[in-house]
């Protein structure tokens, strides 16, 4: 005897894989990532996305199925209590630093989906950030990215942001050197 599952349902492909589809809260059904080899695989795996929603712990995956760059300009254009020198300043961010390719070697973020961010690729883009412009740039850059990233946590595209990346954000200046009294008196 088969039992129904409220949740979702699985069948045997004509490949011999099985498949499962899940229950949206919309009622539509949505096939899981990948087919399984097992009948029991995907019974574990339907178990599993039914418990992360019952905890509030799933994501639609296609919320993470929008490119970065359209997420950044879009998330600019959300911030509406920012000066406009500041707009000015995180529009030049985007475009220059966060977006393009900045080496060979590491791809360009902008034709990413949210989905498929990476910390590895973070850390990558960030390191030749470091490399071909400079550590204060790096720094500004990064935080950039990591608040439309978080954002877009907030908006249940990701499960987590990627930026992890400890003191990535921060800012690092010498510091400066100050006259002592005999030298002031020494210029005077």
Known sequence: MTRRRDFGAIRRLPSGRWQVRHQLPTGERLPAPRTFSTKAEATR??????????????MDPRGGAVLLEDYAWAWLDSRARIAPRTREIYESQ????????????????????????????IRAW???????????????AYTRLRQILSQAVDDDRLARNPCRIDGGGAEHHPEQRYATLAELFALA
């Open 45 to 58: 795996w339907l178990a599993a996305a039914e418990t992360d929603r019952t905890r509030g712990l799933w």
């Open 126 to 140: 960030y390191g030749a950030l470091v490399r071909t412009r400079s550590e204060s740039t790096a720094a500004k």
């Open 94 to 121: 985007i475009a220059n630093h966060v977006l393009p390719e900045i080496d060979p070697a590491v791809p360009a973020l902008g034709p990413i989906n949210l989905a498929d961010l990476t910390a590895e690729l």
